[in-house]
């Protein structure tokens, strides 16, 4: 410690004298080992969050922005939930991680089940049995043996037998963190009726469940029980809603490991459903255990503790500070696939074939609420990924590499990652078919007026232009409203060119018409350069906009360019968005643009969206546009009943033809997911669908301990160089006093 005191008494060493000529010299030899320690620098990090030991394991560390508001599956329905949900629970089905288009596979049941079809009277009907005779589609599924909850208090019990914890003593349960605070843990096997008291949970009046509605329609009971249950509830409030002997129609348990679904008439969907967590297995003892009010004020229920069978069970769950999932000690076999798409050995996803999953012992979510020191501290290491659960975060990046060269060589030498996939969505720009100038039209002229006029606009808005602008290139136009990645996608298939708006170069090319052909289909709908050609005027169109949206100015300013370009004026209509969907409700907008996020990879969930039964005014359905086509209604009809296979292929071919001679929409863009990773992370493979990915994802731990060590040295050396200045400037002190002790003694010796 200094200690400025008189002259020559600067430090207090035990050894070390700083009085006179010796105690210059060994004040000036301790400054020479701080700077010699400071010139060889330092082996710990001294700004790292954690020890740098923690670095070296198996461990994912990553960031979150806000903690998941509930993670009770049968409740949960946002991104940023579905991370710790997926991880912790199992539905019946999953998705395969890396084939596309999208394949189920079983996951907590021994196979993905074949339904067996029934007729109104009861009578099984054959698998190719018409749709329209089929009243009951039943769904047998067997749970497979030897899958075991992750340790919980919830199934512990004393030695008689007894639940140790469900009736916690309110003192006890006001005292705890955590659940996993309680010494003793146990568990049992999934068995089926986790999976029926988990679907009777949809209904429960406590959790109101967003699915509920949808269900309803197509599992017989489920509205019934709900109603039930409200009753039940208004009557007689008990603390825990048991609902083990709650009836479900056409839901029931066969025997230990198998349980039946029935579900109205044929339904091919509803394997998908099966696939989210909507399905998952909840054991009724964790609802006992959770029931307890003082656990509930200390934010210790379902919705923060999951008990399920997953991977990774919830270890550390501080609310807005961080979470930690540990690996499930008791996670069944589940391996690393083997085959995957086409690219994927070429990119090294295949690498890790065979091993059993999780690959990593550990996933470490931190607070980090500005994107600045998160940025700062992945580049440091610290961070695998910023927000790992989000597949956007990497078109930041991007787009500072490109506007800052400084920083596009630190990602290089950093060898930080990318990868990117194109999404499960589209954004779209609608024509509202209600509309007497860009919609269906009344009479057989109108409509061919109309329609040519949609074209024109579909082939001058470069939705090209607008990826490179606004997502630095990164997205696809969209051809029609089927993405990528879905059954009825294939290279060489309506889905993927629209000979409206393209046309094939004969080197192979596809190139987006021109101009001049757009304004050669303007001006025979009737509107030679922008101008109706009876009248004169201009033809000005509307669009209703959210106004709310970011980046609303630059992105409306190119909208309106595209449509200048053909000498359309736009009016724009920016609301709220509340407004905006009162709009959209009553059929008031003119054009607009809207998007959709696929719930379940299969085709019908994109093309439902221009069904004429799914119309928002007439129906209240999704078909913002309220576009109806007889030819496609039919189709489509038929179309959702099919198994994937030729004959589906064909007729989703055939629909999307005729929405792109139609054009309903411009179809607009699917966006590209971009994850950001460094080089140490193994398969990360963004999706929007594949919910349970980190449990795929490997890290080399001792890459990344050397790389944080590497690029955090600290920089000691000016300690260094102030020592060595303090060192002089004392010796130069010295000096002076010498001479001014030499004056004074020449003075006295004078005669």
Same mark, same amino acid.
């Given at each position: 410690?200094?200690?400025?005191?008189?002259?020559?008494?600067?430090?207090?060493?035990?050894?070390?004298?700083?009085?006179?000529?010796?105690?210059?010299?060994?004040?000036?030899?301790?400054?020479?080992?701080?700077?010699?320690?400071?010139?060889?620098?330092?082996?710990?990090?001294?700004?790292?969050?954690?020890?740098?030991?923690?670095?070296?394991?198996?461990?994912?560390?990553?960031?979150?922005?806000?903690?998941?508001?509930?993670?009770?599956?049968?409740?949960?329905?946002?991104?940023?939930?579905?991370?710790?949900?997926?991880?912790?629970?199992?539905?019946?089905?999953?998705?395969?991680?890396?084939?596309?288009?999208?394949?189920?596979?079983?996951?907590?049941?021994?196979?993905?089940?074949?339904?067996?079809?029934?007729?109104?009277?009861?009578?099984?009907?054959?698998?190719?049995?018409?749709?329209?005779?089929?009243?009951?589609?039943?769904?047998?599924?067997?749970?497979?043996?030897?899958?075991?909850?992750?340790?919980?208090?919830?199934?512990?019990?004393?030695?008689?037998?007894?639940?140790?914890?469900?009736?916690?003593?309110?003192?006890?349960?006001?005292?705890?963190?955590?659940?996993?605070?309680?010494?003793?843990?146990?568990?049992?096997?999934?068995?089926?009726?986790?999976?029926?008291?988990?679907?009777?949970?949809?209904?429960?009046?406590?959790?109101?469940?967003?699915?509920?509605?949808?269900?309803?329609?197509?599992?017989?009971?489920?509205?019934?029980?709900?109603?039930?249950?409200?009753?039940?509830?208004?009557?007689?409030?008990?603390?825990?809603?048991?609902?083990?002997?709650?009836?479900?129609?056409?839901?029931?348990?066969?025997?230990?490991?198998?349980?039946?679904?029935?579900?109205?008439?044929?339904?091919?969907?509803?394997?998908?459903?099966?696939?989210?967590?909507?399905?998952?297995?909840?054991?009724?003892?964790?609802?006992?255990?959770?029931?307890?009010?003082?656990?509930?004020?200390?934010?210790?229920?379902?919705?923060?503790?999951?008990?399920?069978?997953?991977?990774?069970?919830?270890?550390?769950?501080?609310?807005?500070?961080?979470?930690?999932?540990?690996?499930?000690?008791?996670?069944?076999?589940?391996?690393?696939?083997?085959?995957?798409?086409?690219?994927?050995?070429?990119?090294?996803?295949?690498?890790?074939?065979?091993?059993?999953?999780?690959?990593?012992?550990?996933?470490?979510?931190?607070?980090?609420?500005?994107?600045?020191?998160?940025?700062?501290?992945?580049?440091?290491?610290?961070?695998?990924?910023?927000?790992?659960?989000?597949?956007?975060?990497?078109?930041?990046?991007?787009?500072?590499?490109?506007?800052?060269?400084?920083?596009?060589?630190?990602?290089?030498?950093?060898?930080?990652?990318?990868?990117?996939?194109?999404?499960?969505?589209?954004?779209?720009?609608?024509?509202?078919?209600?509309?007497?100038?860009?919609?269906?039209?009344?009479?057989?002229?109108?409509?061919?007026?109309?329609?040519?006029?949609?074209?024109?606009?579909?082939?001058?808005?470069?939705?090209?232009?607008?990826?490179?602008?606004? +997502?630095?290139? =990164?997205?696809?136009?969209?051809? @029609?409203?089927?993405?990528?990645?879905?059954? /009825? *996608?294939?290279? %060489?298939? #309506?889905?993927?060119?629209?000979?409206?708006?393209?046309?094939?170069?004969?080197?192979?090319?596809?190139?987006?018409?021109?101009?001049?052909?757009?304004?050669?289909?303007?001006?025979?709908?009737?509107?030679?350069?922008?101008?109706?050609?009876?009248?004169?005027?201009?033809?000005?169109?509307?669009?209703?906009?959210?106004?709310?949206?970011?980046?609303?100015?630059?992105?409306?300013?190119?909208?309106?360019?595209?449509?200048?370009?053909?000498?359309?004026?736009?009016?724009?209509?920016?609301?709220?968005? +509340?407004?905006? =969907?009162?709009?959209?409700?009553? @059929?008031?907008?003119?054009?607009?643009?809207? /998007? *959709?996020?696929? %719930?379940? #990879?299969?085709?019908?969930?994109?093309?439902?969206?221009?069904?004429?039964?799914?119309?928002?005014?007439?129906?209240?359905?999704?078909?913002?546009?309220?576009?109806?086509?007889?030819?496609?209604?039919?189709?489509?009809?038929?179309?959702?009943?099919?198994?994937?296979?030729?004959?589906?292929?064909?007729?989703?071919?055939?629909?999307?033809?005729?929405?792109?001679?139609?054009?309903?929409?411009?179809?607009?863009?699917?966006?590209?997911?971009?994850?950001?990773?460094?080089?140490?992370?193994?398969?990360?493979?963004?999706? =929007?669908?594949?919910?349970?990915?980190?449990?795929?994802?490997?890290?080399?731990?001792?890459?990344?301990?050397?790389?944080?060590?590497?690029?955090?040295?600290?920089?000691?050396?000016?300690?260094?160089?102030?020592?060595?200045?303090?060192?002089?400037?004392?010796?130069?002190?010295?000096?002076?006093?010498?001479?001014?002790?030499?004056?004074?003694?020449?003075?006295?010796?004078?005669?």
């Amino acid at each position: 410690m200094f200690l400025f005191a008189k002259p020559f008494d600067f430090v207090n060493v035990p050894g070390v004298s700083v009085k006179g000529k010796r105690g210059l010299r060994d004040f000036a030899v301790l400054l020479g080992a701080v700077g010699l320690v400071a010139l060889t620098g330092c082996r710990e990090v001294l700004n790292a969050p954690r020890p740098v030991s923690e670095y070296a394991t198996n461990t994912i560390f990553s960031t979150f922005s806000l903690s998941p508001k509930t993670l009770d599956p049968q409740v949960s329905y946002s991104q940023g939930e579905s991370v710790f949900v997926y991880l912790t629970y199992e539905p019946p089905y999953a998705y395969h991680y890396l084939k596309r288009p999208f394949t189920l596979e079983a996951r907590s049941v021994e196979r993905v089940v074949t339904p067996e079809y029934f007729d109104r009277d009861g009578k099984a009907l054959p698998h190719n049995a018409p749709a329209s005779s089929i009243a009951v589609s039943r769904y047998t599924l067997k749970v497979k043996s030897g899958i075991f909850f992750a340790p919980h208090p919830a199934f512990a019990k004393d030695e008689t037998g007894s639940y140790r914890y469900h009736n916690l003593p309110e003192k006890t349960a006001a005292s705890l963190s955590s659940p996993l605070d309680l010494p003793y843990k146990d568990t049992r096997e999934l068995v089926a009726d986790d999976f029926v008291y988990a679907i009777k949970r949809m209904a429960s009046p406590r959790l109101v469940s967003p699915v509920l509605r949808v269900l309803g329609e197509h599992m017989p009971g489920l509205i019934d029980l709900s109603r039930r249950l409200e009753k039940k509830e208004a009557t007689n409030r008990p603390t825990w809603l048991d609902l083990r002997s709650e009836a479900l129609e056409g839901v029931r348990t066969l025997d230990r490991m198998t349980f039946q679904i029935d579900v109205k008439g044929k339904y091919p969907q509803f394997s998908n459903w099966l696939a989210m967590s909507f399905f998952a297995p909840v054991p009724w003892e964790a609802e006992a255990f959770y029931a307890n009010e003082k656990l509930k004020e200390g934010n210790i229920t379902l919705a923060s503790w999951p008990v399920g069978t997953g991977p990774y069970y919830m270890a550390v769950s501080r609310q807005n500070r961080e979470h930690v999932l540990k690996k499930n000690p008791l996670f069944h076999t589940v391996l690393y696939p083997c085959e995957g798409d086409q690219n994927d050995e070429k990119e090294g996803f295949l690498k890790d074939c065979g091993k059993k999953l999780p690959l990593t012992d550990r996933i470490v979510l931190t607070i980090e609420k500005e994107s600045v020191p998160t940025t700062s501290k992945f580049l440091q290491g610290f961070y695998d990924s910023p927000e790992i659960t989000r597949l956007d975060v990497g078109q930041g990046f991007m787009t500072a590499a490109l506007d800052n060269p400084e920083k596009g060589k630190l990602y290089e030498e950093r060898r930080l990652q990318f990868p990117k996939t194109v999404g499960s969505n589209i954004t779209y720009l609608g024509f509202n078919w209600l509309d007497p100038v860009v919609g269906g039209g009344k009479t057989a002229s109108q409509a061919r007026r109309n329609r040519l006029l949609r074209q024109a606009v579909s082939i001058a808005l470069n939705w090209e232009e607008k990826i490179s602008i606004f +997502n630095v290139g =990164q997205g696809m136009a969209a051809a @029609g409203p089927l993405p990528p990645g879905f059954f /009825g *996608w294939r290279p %060489d298939s #309506p889905a993927s060119f629209n000979p409206v708006v393209y046309k094939k170069e004969p080197d192979g090319r596809v190139m987006r018409r021109s101009l001049s052909e757009a304004k050669r289909l303007l001006k025979a709908a009737g509107y030679p350069d922008g101008r109706d050609a009876k009248t004169g005027q201009p033809l000005v169109l509307n669009f209703d906009w959210q106004g709310a949206a970011a980046g609303s100015r630059a992105y409306l300013e190119w909208v309106t360019r595209q449509f200048a370009k053909l000498g359309i004026q736009l009016e724009i209509r920016a609301t709220d968005y +509340n407004r905006f =969907q009162d709009k959209m409700q009553k @059929g008031a907008a003119q054009i607009y643009v809207w /998007g *959709w996020l696929a %719930d379940y #990879p299969d085709a019908e969930n994109f093309l439902f969206l221009l069904y004429g039964k799914n119309g928002k005014v007439a129906y209240g359905g999704e078909n913002a546009s309220n576009y109806v086509n007889p030819e496609y209604d039919r189709l489509f009809e038929t179309m959702r009943y099919l198994e994937d296979g030729p004959e589906k292929a064909r007729l989703i071919d055939r629909m999307i033809s005729i929405v792109q001679e139609d054009a309903p929409w411009s179809f607009g863009t699917f966006s590209t997911a971009v994850a950001a990773s460094h080089h140490w992370v193994k398969n990360l493979k963004p999706t =929007q669908i594949i919910q349970d990915r980190l449990m795929y994802i490997g890290i080399d731990a001792a890459e990344r301990e050397a790389a944080v060590r590497a690029w955090n040295r600290p920089i000691l050396w000016p300690l260094g160089v102030i020592a060595g200045l303090i060192v002089l400037f004392l010796f130069g002190v010295r000096h002076v006093l010498r001479a001014r002790a030499r004056r004074k003694v020449s003075s006295r010796s004078a005669p």
